[in-house]
């Protein structure tokens, strides 16, 4: 049975802490106790230390005691990623490789939340080293939905998104390479952002694809993700692709309505393979906002048949350059039977990465080779510069590009693991975000026949991601699919 305290809006609870009519300390434990009644079941966590939780949260009660001015999410839990450097707790990327490995310092996010006041309340599963769709990758157990456990959550994020879903955390971090936050936000029935590239520090993110990373919020909706991006934005001079640029007050103006709002919509997401419950639920949004006195308008993306091949031929090619260094030897799990270096190197890395890690090293080397280089990795760079030339276009016509997150809704558990191209299809329509550099988010639009989450998802411009949320936020308002609880948070 879910407390009546995690089944509270972020909003609700900031007012009940900042009122004292509520206390961190008990907080935190109403979130823990969740997470001891349903994680067993859905599996969202990887670690968690009930006791710096409960010290974080006294020691911000204390600070509130004392009358000591207070950080915008103080008192509030957040779960984060396992792939997010944090002093003192493991990071493993959900990977035998990283069993063991506990960072000497704090990511920026995590720098940022400590800041703001927020408590750290557990890390999160993932797929391993953040490669996959599906929360079926993970060295330690899989992630499953809250809506139907024997059906996958999304990936890679998966347990972030599981546990703002399933009320065990009120929000959460997760990184988006190609699609790893809104995909598993859309998939679970909560909101996912993933922040322009450069808007959100990359320094203590454990790299997957260095050109296409980037960190970003989940929330049970569009306030409570605006108000976390609002905190972990920002330059950081530790992290040479940071974008030097004034972060706005997206918590402040998230409910102000746009006027004139025009809506561009891709053909080219409502083709074959998109599932009718699907396209059903993203038309009848589209027409939400057609009430609200939006403009919609046709646009064209014709570049993003190209985006699957494009993104699998850079993300691979960096991955296997970023991954090189787990070794045995600078990082991460030494065999323990070598007559060798080389056999010692290659015991280790076979010994230390899941099946999905290694076909994507192979990938990425065989697309760098000698001879190969120019004829894929140089030619996927071309094609990138392609997909982002046709959304530049389609922003001088329209303000946001709307559309479907993923072309079905969640898949059960297995049905595609032994089909890589299968899984790589379900993120057809995220991926080219990412390759653009842009913001995009996840919002809940409805539920297919069987009682499964939709998402739609809102492409804006590099660094619009304040039209984002208004424009989120102003569907959001009409809608209550926001407020729906998973059948076992009931």
Known sequence: MLSPIASLSLSTLIEKLQSAELRSVDLTTAFMDSIADHDARLGAFVHLDRDVALQQAADVDAKRDAGESQGPLAGIPV??????????????????????????????????????????????????????????????????????????????????????????????????????????????????????????????LIAYASSLDQVGPFATDVTGAALLLEAIAGHDPLDSTSVNKPVPEYSKTVDHPLAGLKIGVPVEHFAEGLAPDVEKAVRAALEVYKSLGAELKEVHLPHSKYAVATYYLIATSEASSNLARYDGVHYGHRAEKFDSLG????????????????????????????????????????????????????????????????????????????????????????????????????????????????????QAAPFEEERLFRAARMYERETDWHTRLPPMAH
């Not at 929000?171 to 998939?187: E, H, N, V, W």
């Open 79 to 204: 779960a984060v990623k396992d792939v997010l450097c944090m002093k003192g707790q493991p990071a493993t990327c959900a990977s035998r490789m990283l069993k063991g490995f506990v960072p000497p310092y704090d990511a920026t996010v995590i720098a940022k939340l400590k800041q703001a006041g927020a408590v750290v309340i557990g890390r999160t599963n993932m797929d391993e080293f953040a490669m996959g769709s599906s929360g079926e990758n993970s060295a330690f157990h899989p992630t499953r939905n809250p809506w139907d456990t024997e059906r996958i959550p999304g990936g890679s994020s998966s347990g972030s998104a599981v546990a703002v879903a399933a009320r065990m955390a009120p929000l959460s971090l997760g990184s988006d390479t190609g699609g790893s936050i809104r995909q598993p936000a859309g998939l679970c029935g909560i909101v996912g952002m993933k922040p322009t590239y450069g808007r959100v520090s990359r320094y203590g």
């Open 343 to 458: 056999e010692m190197y290659e015991a280790s890395r076979g010994e230390g990465f899941g099946d999905e890690v290694k076909r994507r090293i192979m990938l990425g080397v065989f697309a760098l080779s000698a001879g190969y280089a120019d004829k894929y990795y140089t030619k996927a760079l071309q094609v990138r510069r392609l997909i982002r030339g046709d959304f530049d276009s389609a922003f001088r016509e329209v303000d946001v590009i709307a559309g479907p997150v993923t072309p079905t809704a969640a898949f059960k558990l297995g049905e595609k693991t032994s089909d890589p191209l299968s899984m790589y299809l379900s993120d057809i329509y995220t991926i080219s975000a990412n390759l653009a550099g842009l913001p995009g988010m996840s919002i809940p639009c409805g539920f297919t026949a069987e009682g499964l989450p939709i998402g739609l998802q809102l």
